[in-house]
C-alpha cells in the first residue's frame, strides 16, 4: 500500500461519515478499541476513532506516480473531501506518502504546487513517512 489519506477525531463518527460515502475506508478505528486484537490493556487503545482510505498503489519509489494518483483522486473526490473536513469531529486529514529512504548524502523530495493547492483547499495535511528499501533491511544482510 502507498499513498493513504487518513482522517481522525476523537469523538469523530467514521461509520456515520462512511454511510452513503463513495469513499472506501482499507482501515476504520474506533475510539476505545484495543490497538492489538484481544488486548484488554488500556494503555494500548486507540486514543481517537479514523479511517484510512488509499490513494494510490504505487510503489514506494515512485513518488512522482504517486503524486499523479493523489490529485487524480482530490480533484475527483473533492466534494467528498469538504463534507469530509467539514464533518462534525473531524480534527485532522492528513495525505501520507511513504518514500523510500535512499542511500544518499542528501534527500529531497518535492511537491508541485497543483497537489498543494488542491490540499488545502481541502484542509489535507501533508505526511512524508520514509522507509527503508528493501535492500538496506537487515535481514536482506
Known sequence: MSCVLRA???????DDFLKGSPLKALVVVHRGDARVPGSTSTDSSHE???MNISVSTREFSDLSGQIEDA?????ENSPEL???RDFSSVEEIQ????????DVVFQRDTFPNKLLVLMGEL???LTVSR????ESSPDSR
Open 131 to 134: 522507509y527503508p528499501t528493501s
Open 8 to 14: 481522525s477525531g476523537e469523538d469523530f463518527e467514521v
Open 82 to 84: 469538504r463534507r469530509l
Open 48 to 50: 481517537r476513532s479514523g
Open 123 to 125: 484542509g489535507v495535511g
Open 71 to 75: 490529485i487524480q483522486f482530490l480533484s
Open 95 to 102: 495525505l501520507d506518502f511513504p518514500i523510500e529512504d535512499r
